[in-house]
């Protein structure tokens, strides 16, 4: 009985504590951690590149 009521007692005795997010931290987390818009923002960065002058015409059209 001493044993139970002991490791009881350990266990809740170690109280996590979560962290409090407001509304507009988590959807700043969201939006960091989204590999979707990772991925947008990529192949956006790689469209930029390669719309421009210099690349006009480098590939043929038939």
Do not use: H, R
């Amino acid at each position: 009985m001493k044993k139970g009521l002991v490791a009881i007692l350990i266990c809740f005795s170690f109280v996590a504590k979560a962290q409090e997010l407001t509304m507009i931290e988590a959807v700043e987390k969201a939006l960091e951690n989204n590999y979707d818009i990772k991925l947008i923002a990529g192949n956006y960065e790689v469209a930029k590149t390669q719309n421009s002058w210099g690349m006009a015409g480098m590939v043929p059209t038939f």
